[in-house]
């Protein structure tokens, strides 16, 4: 009779599950430590509304239970009891004859695990469960998991009453997940690509069949030619390396982060970026003193490794009009990382492209012939570049302008002001504009052909920005989209705020609403029973935009900043003074914070509470300030984010309950 009973009630059920695919159910697994010994594993459901799941603990012969299977290995042990959580009830059901037990909207299912090794291991089981609503009942499922297990050591704990023996994932030395490698993998594309355009400038690309041809010209054997060759790329990529290593020794690592927020430095740097463009343009050149290179140029004539060493410095020296703007520019936008990696990978990256052909065409001469003439094209590329730095040169400005809140370079005027660029750069390519020392474009090849459907295709796609298009090619390089000439103009700033960090309906991207004050916004969530999202921002933060208009625009995400927790975006690089009695001087650790503006409040507020001071960096926090959850850097992962707010909210609810 109960069989038949369950029967009927999966009848409508499967008739409904055929006509839609949504999981009424997501899991999240979650490891905790105990102890340098015990484990635990949180398996937390969350059901969609109207849903609930059957306990773990209720009798045979009604609807499936949540039934929990972990296997254990050499090294751990899994108890076979299952702990469960969350807000229970309890109801007897007369057609089964028993007292059925579940949980509506949400439960935590944990298993203890036993150690004997604290290295990393792999644990794989399956859950089965059962869910309904009032009216129907879906058939059972059965769902696999595993779980790569850390070493012990990388645990945060679980929260528990003892206060002193908890260890809070964010209050560690842990950084963001993923920030180094993708940063600098990123600055050594950006690198190699930068080294790729200098190879092509008038300044190097004659000089590879020359010092090519020197080389096999003064090699007795195919392998000594071979072996000074490689000595020559080597020793390119060691003279950039060390004048990337000179950049991290001379500004030190710390400044170099507060270097992209400096307004001097930014509006410094926009100057140069336009001397150089107009140099690339064919206004002058810039050339080191004709001493200093002729004294390097006479070392060259030694020979041996160092002789070849000189010969590589020399090429550095010469091509120095050329690749200086390119190396500059590369060297102050890697610099932001805060990371003396930085610079080391961006230069890495360069004088690899720069040496790679010297390396190849020395080892295989019988390509030379096919490299394409010096001529007009090579000035061609050059004049390319300096589009491109004074495109770049408005990047910096535009730091400058958003750090003191100018609110000059508008999100609109910055975009108007590339496309002109953009524009006149494809009308260049096109020979309709030309610069001195420019060949007359007698017809369009096929490779300036297709620049040229480049370059008016991307100024195309800039024009919708001017009417709040989100621009994702370019996400981080304009202003915000909330620093825009409409929005100011709907949205009035009242002196009595001006000096604060809390108006809520300003500054918060996508539309969103945000404090920008750390306790005002802690308040309002205690009011509205909401765990808090942390955002240590930065006007500057090229990374922080692209996390807002590629990962906080996916609809999952953006419906739980708007729902489900209270955002507090707080800006490290405001540079507007705090009241004088908020004004104070702080020492952590080794150094020390002089806390005159909004920005290094929220700065000191990071370093003292997280152990970081990196941006973007996001930390989930309960009404008490209590972290709920790992914390995240740059992370330009919708999948991964997503993973990170529900396992804080999850929790977040969890407790409350």
């Not at 589009?387 to 975009?415: C, H, W, Y």
């Not at 929005?487 to 500054?507: D, F, G, P, R």
């Amino acid at each position: 009779m109960k069989q038949l009973l369950l029967f009927l009630l999966f009848i409508p059920a499967v008739i409904k599950s055929n006509a839609q695919v949504r999981d009424h159910a997501k899991w999240n697994y979650t490891i905790e430590k105990k102890s340098d010994k015990q484990l635990q594993v949180l398996l937390t459901v969350s059901l969609d509304s109207g849903w609930h799941i059957y306990s773990s603990q209720m009798d045979d012969g009604g609807p499936q239970k949540t039934v929990i299977t972990i296997g254990s290995g050499n090294s751990f042990k899994v108890s076979p009891e299952t702990i469960e959580s969350g807000k229970l009830i309890e109801k007897y059901d007369s057609s089964f004859n028993i007292t059925l037990r579940y949980y509506p909207h949400q439960a935590v299912f944990k298993k203890i695990i036993d150690v004997t090794d604290t290295s990393e291991f792999t644990l794989k089981g399956t859950v089965s469960f059962m869910l309904c609503t009032d009216e129907v009942c879906l058939p059972p499922e059965e769902k696999e998991f595993t779980i790569n297990v850390p070493a012990i050591s990388q645990i945060a704990y679980a929260d528990n009453d003892n206060k002193a023996a908890t260890v809070s994932a964010a209050s560690t030395t842990e950084k963001p997940k993923s920030l180094g490698q993708r940063s600098f993998l990123y600055i050594f594309l950006a690198g190699f690509l930068a080294g790729f355009a200098a190879l092509l400038t008038p300044c190097v690309f004659p000089m590879i069949p020359m010092t090519v041809s020197f080389f096999t010209k003064r090699s007795k054997t195919r392998a000594q030619g071979l072996r000074n060759a490689l000595t020559y790329a080597l020793s390119i990529v060691a003279i950039y390396v060390i004048l990337g290593f000179g950049v991290s020794k001379i500004f030190g690592i710390d400044a170099l982060n507060s270097l992209s927020t400096n307004v001097w430095f930014n509006l410094i740097f926009f100057a140069l970026l336009l001397v150089f463009a107009a140099s690339f343009f064919g206004a002058f050149e810039i050339t080191l003193p004709s001493s200093f290179v002729n004294k390097v140029d006479k070392q060259s004539g030694k020979g041996g490794s160092i002789g070849i060493f000189f010969m590589a410095f020399t090429l550095s020296l010469v091509s120095f009009s050329c690749t200086g703007p390119i190396v500059g520019t590369l060297l102050f936008e890697s610099a932001a990382t805060g990371s003396i990696g930085g610079p080391l990978w961006g230069m890495i990256g360069f004088s690899s492209a720069l040496a790679l052909p010297f390396g190849l065409f020395a080892a295989f001469p019988g390509w030379l012939n096919s490299l394409p003439k010096s001529g007009g094209w090579l000035n061609s590329v050059k004049v390319s570049l300096g589009f491109l730095e004074l495109a770049l040169a408005l990047k910096f400005l535009s730091n400058a302008d958003l750090v003191v809140q100018a609110n000059i370079l508008t999100r609109e005027i910055f975009l108007v002001l590339w496309i002109i660029i953009f524009a006149l750069w494809g009308f260049y390519l096109l020979g309709k504009i030309k610069f001195s020392h420019d060949s007359e474009v007698k017809y369009l090849s096929v490779p300036r052909l297709s620049l040229i459907i480049l370059v008016f295709s991307f100024t195309l796609y800039l024009v919708p920005g001017l009417w709040g298009a989100p621009l994702k090619l370019i996400s981080g390089f304009p202003p915000p989209d909330f620093y825009s000439e409409w929005k100011h103009n709907n949205v009035a700033v009242s002196s009595s705020t001006a000096n604060t960090a809390s108006n809520t309906n300003e500054h918060c991207p996508n539309g969103l609403n945000c404090f920008h004050d750390y306790e005002e916004g802690l308040a309002y969530a205690k009011k509205v029973n909401k765990p808090v999202l942390l955002d240590f921002t930065g006007w500057a933060c090229v990374n922080c935009r692209k996390m807002e208009n590629l990962v906080w625009t996916d609809p999952q995400i953006d419906d739980k900043l708007r729902n489900d927790v209270v955002l507090i975006s707080l800006y490290v690089d405001d540079k507007r003074s705090l009241p004088d009695v908020e004004q104070t001087t702080k020492i952590l650790g080794d150094k020390t914070y002089n806390i005159k503006t909004i920005g290094s409040k929220w700065s000191y507020f990071q370093a003292s509470k997280f152990n970081i001071n990196s941006q973007p960096y996001y930390v989930l926090l309960d009404t008490s300030g209590n972290t709920l959850s790992i914390s995240e850097g740059y992370s330009p992962n919708v999948f991964t984010y997503n993973q990170f707010l529900e396992e804080g909210i999850n929790k977040f609810r969890f407790k409350e309950n």
